[in-house]
């Protein structure tokens, strides 16, 4: 059973002496998505975060719709987007997928996936690592199995990434009311609205997310945001801003597993990083699942993550060139180029998705019928 144990203030009392089998340090998608992949271990799995579940959006929340029913959060769509368009200067395409995004609301896809985990959650700031576990503002906590699931700093690894010299894209957005209705997540590939990157316009239910990414971390996108939020939707209101990282870092460490932006999951180019956080954080799960059954020591769990998020290297560099190459265009060219790709569309996307493909996501259903909570051994023979 999940157990939210939120504190503040006065209640804030220390967590010195904690201990668990797992730590998993961060409760978004690729936190929760590990803690969903040991439900049924038996193990004594505690999430941190600085706040409680589902309580800070840090993203647009645009994922392929078949991600969000392989991990049963169907429940949070608000809105599904079957066509994409992308404008530049000279014109627009608009292309029908082979599969569609939806757009979802983050605090209820969070809560939906911590309902699927058996673990403990509680809030602490994560300050580092240790030598038994992890410095918390509220103490130490032991682990012998820890996951940095805490986003684009890293920060259980040393030293941490800092803008602007690390690789990371900067992104704004703002939440305007919206009327309902649309049909596609729209892109601009256009200088006038950021030089390097990308501005979207995706609508949820009663609200659009318009935002802008700027490739170049020393650009600030704001202005950029605001001028195309007021012309898009008349306003700019509710911002919300993070770094992107954009460019894959080891998976795993001597001590500890990293996965979504830790390990910068999310994709270049395209800034994906929501259902990569879901595959990687799912990898690192069934690592820690097989330590937990005595299957592996945790130095081979670590290796085979990092082993398995490498192997996805090729890729990754791949949607870097295309992110170097793209701003690069003529802007002729890149439109010429948007219109004769309408006939690769379907070749192309199928091919994007399976770069992380929800199947890895149905294997979970089926461990969950034939496991019984308690059945696999405690870590702390580890
Ligand atoms: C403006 C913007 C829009 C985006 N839109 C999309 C989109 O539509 N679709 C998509 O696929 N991707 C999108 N992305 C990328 C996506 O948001 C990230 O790749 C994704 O959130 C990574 O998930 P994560 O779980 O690794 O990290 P995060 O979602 O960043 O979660 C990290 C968690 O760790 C917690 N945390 C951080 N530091 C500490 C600490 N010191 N102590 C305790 N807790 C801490 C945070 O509170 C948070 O809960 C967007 C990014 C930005 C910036």
């Not at 995706?202 to 650009?219: F, L, M, N, T, W």
Request: hydrophobic share 40%; aromatic share 8%; charged share 25%.
């Amino acid at each position: 059973m999940t157990v939210r144990a939120t504190k503040r203030g006065a209640d804030r009392t220390p967590l010195a002496g904690a201990r668990a089998d797992v730590l998993v340090c961060g409760a978004s998608f690729a936190g929760l998505a590990v803690a969903r992949e040991l439900a049924g271990s038996g193990a004594d799995v505690l999430v941190l975060d600085r706040y409680d579940v589902g309580e800070r959006a840090t993203s647009a929340c645009a994922a392929p719709t078949p991600w969000l029913h392989a991990m049963g959060v169907e429940g949070s769509i608000r809105h599904e987007l079957p066509y994409m368009r992308f404008t530049t200067p000279h014109g627009s395409v608009r292309y029908r997928l082979p599969w569609s995004w939806s757009a979802f609301d983050y605090r209820e896809l969070c809560e939906l996936l911590a309902a699927q985990a058996d673990a403990r959650f509680d809030t602490a700031k994560v300050e580092g690592r240790t030598e038994r576990g992890v410095l918390t503002d509220r103490g130490e906590v032991e682990a012998p199995l820890v996951v940095d699931a805490l986003g684009w700093r890293r920060v259980l690894s040393d030293p941490h990434f800092q803008p602007p010299e690390a690789p990371l894209s900067r992104g704004l957005e703002v939440h305007p009311p919206h009327g309902g209705g649309g049909d596609e997540l729209h892109c601009w590939v256009d200088r006038s609205v950021v030089r390097h990157g990308y501005g979207w316009h995706e609508p949820a239910a009663d609200e659009v997310r318009i935002g802008v990414r700027s490739y170049d971390p020393r650009r600030h996108v704001k202005d950029a945001t605001v001028a195309l939020a007021e012309r898009e939707a008349g306003q700019a209101v509710r911002f919300q801003g993070n770094w992107f990282p954009h460019r894959l870092r080891p998976a795993a460490d001597e001590r500890t597993f990293f996965a979504g932006d830790s390990a910068g999951h999310c994709f270049p180019l395209s800034g994906e990083g929501i259902r990569t956080a879901f595959y990687f954080g799912i990898s690192a799960g069934r690592e820690i699942a097989a330590v937990l059954e005595g299957a592996k020591p945790r130095a081979a769990a670590l290796r085979d993550h990092a082993a398995f998020s490498a192997a996805h290297a090729p890729a990754y560099r791949h949607a870097l060139r295309l992110q170097r190459l793209v701003p690069a265009l003529p802007p002729r060219l890149l439109t010429l180029g948007l219109r004769a790709f309408t006939p690769l569309v379907d070749r192309a996307f199928t091919w994007y998705l399976a770069q992380a493909h929800p199947g890895m996501a149905a294997a979970w259903q089926a461990t969950q019928t034939t496991s019984s909570v308690g059945s696999r051994p405690s870590a702390r023979a580890i």
